[in-house]
């Protein structure tokens, strides 16, 4: 046993170019955290980034949101809906938008078998990270993680006031959640030849509305 360590020691240290008994180097120096830039300017870097990753990315002002929904119905094909139940989520009014395009709700507690009949799960980002285009979700019973993973569409509703540096603001606030979703563009696999396919392990399509 012994020999056999030393034989994996030895072979480490010669793909990492020490000796026995060398100095183990000093740590890296930590990233000093980000420096925003200007509200808008951080807004057009997520659209981008976001774009970047395959995804549809825009800004929706109020008075565009019958519109934005109604082609989104359409070019998604969408027949049932389901989504959070958040504050926002809910004077933004779009259960009701989406009723009056003749979709369907459904509860996002109904299980994962009718949420997987289920076209579009809209969730809104609790932070959003515009140097990848990365959103964040927190989950809990009132906003459950089935939604933005389960319905082969998913529409993530952005508040300014959601967008964060970079991760140290993220996990920062996440010391007071059990859990939480990052997305980075619609769901990607690849296999051992890195064939890479879309929508296996969730949302084949990810539609990010700005809205102020």
């Known amino acids: ?83 959070w139940g958040t504050p926002r989520l809910q004077q933004l009014d779009i259960a009701a938008r989406l009723r009056a395009l003749g979709v369907e709700i459904v509860s996002p507690a109904s299980g994962k078998k009718a949420l ?38 998913h529409l993530a509703i952005v508040h300014p006031s959601a967008l964060r540096a970079d991760l140290h603001e993220v996990f920062a606030e996440a010391k007071t959640h059990h859990y ?3 997305v980075t563009g619609p769901s990607r696999t690849a296999d051992i030849e890195l064939t890479v396919t879309i929508g296996v392990h969730g949302p084949k399509v990810l539609h990010v509305w700005v809205v102020d």
């Open 116 to 153: 997987a009949d289920v076209d579009v799960g809209i969730t809104e980002a609790d932070f959003a990270i515009p140097e990848t285009g990365t959103l964040g979700l927190f989950s809990s019973p009132s906003q459950p993680r089935q939604v933005s993973l389960v319905p082969r569409v």
């Open 1 to 83: 046993m012994s020999n056999s360590r030393e034989a994996i020691l030895f072979n480490v240290r010669g793909a990492l170019g020490r000796s026995a008994g060398a100095p183990v180097s000093s740590r890296p120096p930590v990233v000093a955290p980000r420096i925003p830039g200007p509200r808008d300017a951080e807004i057009d870097r997520l659209l981008s980034e976001i774009s970047a990753l395959t995804g549809v990315a825009r800004r929706v002002p109020g008075s565009e949101m019958d519109a934005a929904l109604q082609e989104l119905v359409k070019s998604q094909s969408v027949r049932k809906a389901t989504m």
């Open 180 to 182: 939480m979703v990052f």
